[in-house]
């Protein structure tokens, strides 16, 4: 499997103060539009049905995590990094987009029971989840640890450095099987158990690290990073140990991900793709074409 081991300096994937207009999310709520592709069209397999017809129904967050994901001003249209991605394919396959804010736990079902064409929340690809459903892949997923600004905690740049601390982490995220990867290990060794917090919302996660009632975040390196440099009450500490895929997800066997992966790989030839990546701030998760169903991520 190609693996990816992170290897990161804080220049490289943080914010700088001059993409400070950047940071805040109202200068992005100007949709971005690309032309269809005959290409993508054509691999649409004749026998698709969509949820909706002439529309690519796409799950994805509503948790208000920028940058993937957050309500614009207006509190109604769903604006991230992640619907501005899920507009360039539908256009790209000649439909009309239509998001639909459901949560992590929900879109497995959801798209196994036929109520989305895709799902997008920052999914990465993993051996599992493949034997479920097929990924066209649309950026590299990096890991974080943030706490708040202040706090006594430096670094944490392995498992020891986790041993005895209170970490919000989401639930069967990769996040979490790392986390719990290294409690395990930690604990053969006799230091303190690792405690998780799971938390539903990213304002409960705030709010507990903020108030002290948890030591530090473990999540999406695009959301600690943006939070860190727009907000200032927070600092990026160390990031995980694999880099992942993340992909367009859609059920196994219905034909749709060549599709996907052309109309990604038409975002990036048409130079669309890395506009909603450099205004979210993740152009360093770029990638240079889509795969389908890459390797998933291994943890050792």
């Not at 100007?30 to 698709?48: E, F, S, V």
């Not at 990031?239 to 990604?264: D, E, S």
């Amino acid at each position: 499997m190609k693996r990816f081991i992170l290897t990161l300096v804080a220049s490289g994937l943080l914010f700088s103060a001059a993409q400070g207009a950047a940071l805040d999310a109202a200068n992005n709520e100007t949709a971005i539009h690309i032309a269809a592709d005959p290409q993508a069209i054509a691999r649409i397999p004749a026998n698709y049905a969509f949820v909706h017809p002439g529309f690519l129904t796409v799950a994805t967050s509503a948790t208000n995590s920028p940058p993937i994901g957050l309500w614009a001003s207006d509190n109604k249209t769903l604006i991230g990094s992640d619907p501005d991605m899920a507009r360039l394919l539908a256009e790209s396959l000649g439909l009309t987009l239509k998001l639909v804010p459901a949560s992590w736990e929900e879109w497995p079902l959801g798209i196994s029971a036929g109520r989305y064409d895709v799902a997008m929340f920052n999914i990465a690809v993993t051996e599992e989840r493949k034997r479920k459903f097929d990924f066209a892949t649309y950026r590299a997923d990096n890991h974080a640890f943030a706490v708040r600004k202040g706090s006594p905690i430096s670094a944490i740049t392995g498992r020891q450095d986790a041993a005895g601390r209170r970490i919000i982490v989401g639930s069967g995220t990769n996040q979490e099987k790392i986390l719990l990867g290294w409690d395990a290990k930690n604990r053969q060794e006799g230091l303190a158990p690792v405690q998780p917090v799971y938390l539903n919302d990213d304002a409960s996660a705030t709010l507990a690290l903020l108030s002290g009632r948890a030591d530090a975040t473990f999540g999406p390196q695009a959301v600690a990073a943006w939070k860190a440099a727009s907000r200032g009450q927070t600092a990026v500490v160390g990031h995980g140990p694999y880099r992942a895929w993340v992909a367009v997800t859609t059920k196994k066997g219905n034909g749709l991900a060549p599709a996907l992966q052309q109309a990604v790989n038409h975002a990036i030839a048409s130079g669309q793709y890395q506009q909603v990546l450099t205004r979210w701030g993740e152009q360093d998760e770029a990638v240079a074409q889509s795969q389908i169903n890459p390797p998933g991520i291994v943890y050792q």
